[in-house]
């Protein structure tokens, strides 16, 4: 089912609820694509919403027109803006994100729980979650006020920390994968892997990643992870340069509880969420599990998963033919 925009009539004329916009990408790479944005956006009557850092790199990177010195966002209104999960409001009807991958992976801090769908434009390179690209953005946006689209409900990761060392701030989950990883040191860590108290195994390697399948075409796929479909309710368990050659990468249910116990030279070891890196005691045992909110996308039928593999990863193509 398609979320669709609620509309009300304010003075006699179409009003439509708030839209965010958030980018991480160099906005002076292409600028052009975001005025472009913009100005469709508040000619369908949009209320929009800066994120506070993006808005700032924009206002200074903003260019000035080539005749005389007023610069191309003077003649739009001054924006609101929100700078945290606290202050985006509910409101919101969807987030335009303008970057890549990673842009809407630090878009999900911001969303959360609040159910707010992204419609991520692709400005970097790669591009399986951004699958809109920033060439065709007018002719999506269109598609999409139509109501020609559909929502990938995506699972994410969470990891809950004992003792509860406070590092993670409530920002405990992941969209792609939490890994562990040594730290300041050379030498293998150990990690011991339990699935509901069941011992695993233990991994002897650089470290280990526990992947959504959404994460399964990233940091998993280059460790030699397998493809997973977007919306399967798994997780992979692929570590990173084991020692040991016959262990290979687990997929399991996602209603599985993980737990880890690391040890290493080192009193430290890493964790990462995403792109967010965060320092354990070496006593930190992690429990992981399944986050109990998605993450909504804006799909479209010519940017499906499988079309994605075909254009990103060339499936279906061999030179010879």
């Known amino acids: 089912?398609?979320?669709?925009?609620?509309?009300?009539?304010?003075?006699?004329?179409?009003?439509?609820?708030?839209?965010?916009?958030?980018?991480?990408?160099?906005?002076?790479?292409?600028?052009?694509?975001?005025?472009?944005?913009?100005?469709?956006?508040?000619?369908?009557?949009?209320?929009?919403?800066?994120?506070?850092?993006?808005?700032?790199?924009?206002?200074?990177?903003?260019?000035?027109?080539?005749?005389?010195?007023?610069?191309?966002?003077?003649?739009?209104?001054?924006?609101?803006?929100?700078?945290?999960?606290?202050?985006?409001?509910?409101?919101?009807?969807?987030?335009?994100?303008?970057?890549?991958?990673?842009?809407?992976?630090?878009?999900?801090?911001?969303?959360?729980?609040?159910?707010?769908?992204?419609?991520?434009?692709?400005?970097?390179?790669?591009?399986?979650?951004?699958?809109?690209?920033?060439?065709?953005?007018?002719?999506?946006?269109?598609?999409?006020f139509d109501g020609n689209y559909s929502l990938s409900s995506r699972n994410l990761v969470a990891v809950h920390a004992h003792p509860n060392t406070g590092v993670l701030n409530g920002l405990n989950f992941a969209l792609n994968e939490l890994v562990v990883n040594r730290k300041n040191t050379t030498a293998m860590i150990s990690i011991d892997a339990y699935l509901d108290n069941e011992y695993l195994s233990t991994y002897w390697a650089d470290g280990l990643?526990?992947?959504?399948?959404?994460?399964?075409t990233a940091y998993s796929l280059s460790c030699g992870g397998p493809i997973?479909?977007?919306?399967?309710?798994?997780?992979?368990?692929?570590?990173?340069?084991?020692?040991?050659?016959?262990?290979?990468?687990?997929?399991?249910?996602?209603n599985f509880k993980i737990r880890l116990k690391v040890d290493s030279r080192e009193p430290e070891y890493l964790i990462s969420l995403d792109s967010r890196v965060y320092s354990m005691p070496l006593e930190t045992e992690l429990e992981v599990s399944l986050a109990n909110f998605k993450i909504q996308l804006v799909q479209f039928e010519d940017n499906t998963f499988i079309k994605t593999l075909q254009k990103k990863l060339f499936w279906g193509k061999d030179e010879r033919n």
Do not use: W
């Open 228 to 254: 997973v479909m977007p919306e399967s309710e798994n997780f992979i368990i692929n570590p990173i340069a084991p020692h040991n050659l016959t262990v290979r990468p687990l997929i399991i249910p996602n």
């Open 1 to 144: 089912m398609c979320k669709k925009i609620h509309v009300y009539l304010s003075s006699n004329r179409l009003f439509m609820k708030k839209v965010a916009v958030y980018g991480y990408y160099r906005p002076e790479k292409s600028f052009t694509y975001l005025l472009l944005l913009l100005d469709i956006l508040l000619k369908k009557e949009y209320q929009i919403v800066f994120q506070k850092d993006f808005y700032n790199k924009l206002l200074r990177h903003q260019t000035k027109l080539s005749e005389g010195t007023e610069y191309l966002l003077d003649s739009y209104p001054k924006f609101d803006t929100f700078s945290s999960y606290e202050d985006l409001s509910d409101e919101i009807e969807v987030m335009f994100t303008y970057g890549g991958d990673g842009t809407i992976l630090r878009a999900v801090t911001f969303i959360r729980d609040k159910n707010i769908p992204v419609f991520g434009i692709n400005a970097g390179r790669l591009g399986f979650l951004a699958t809109v690209p920033k060439e065709l953005l007018e002719k999506y946006l269109y598609e999409f």
């Open 209 to 216: 990643i526990i992947s959504t399948p959404t994460g399964s």
